[in-house]
């Protein structure tokens, strides 16, 4: 599971080189970040380099060192291709959910591969729902779908509440981009996993409904 496949070494080659020459360069960082006065004004492909820049080598690896663990099992069920284009949606679904919900507010900025590495990680869950994971404050493994729901719960709240200096945003477009081009690419799984199809789905509906009760 954890030989590397050469598409994984590429996207945390790119993220690292672009990272780097962003802590390097405050006016490239500047240029390429995710910034809604920015994209407005035409600069769009923002919404794609935003998501190869970090702001710190902590960031950098924590969203790599999750890439690491869930990229095999995505491409072990479909390939290498299928597992980029995952990959790269989830990115500008992101992007694209923060600029919707961020529109009205053009000082608003955020870098990182966050939203693209939890399209992967529910891909992950979407396709071998049996998963087992151990975080460190839990002493016991969980199924991954519970951790999976668990964070767009907590993503949800913290887009409301706006905690910390992190983009929920993101990371909640990121897993509806993986959850949506999963089930397109493997539309089986609407009957193979329906029950864990619709548990996931259930977040992502509150989302909506709580952005149209104006509730975010």
Known sequence: MYNLH????AIIAANVLVTLRGLNDASFFERYKFN????????????LTSGFLHVDFAHLFFN???????????????????????????????????????????????VGASGAVTGILFSAILLQPDMQLGLLFIPIPLPAYVLGIGYLLYSIYGMKNRLGNIGHTAHFGGAV???VT???????????????VILLALPILALFVLQKLGKI
Do not use: C
């Open 36 to 47: 809604i006065g920015a994209i407005l004004g035409g600069q769009k492909e923002r919404t």
């Open 64 to 110: 790599m060192f999750t890439l690491y663990f869930f990229a095999n099992v995505v491409i072990s069920w479909f390939n290498p291709i299928k597992f980029l284009i995952i990959y790269l949606i989830s990115l500008l679904a992101g992007s694209l959910l923060a600029l919707y919900f961020h529109r009205n507010e053009p000082f608003y900025s955020a």
């Open 182 to 196: 999963t089930l397109l690419f493997r539309p089986s799984l609407l009957v193979d996993q329906t029950m864990m």
């Open 6 to 9: 050469i598409a994984t070494i």
């Open 177 to 179: 981009g993986g959850y």
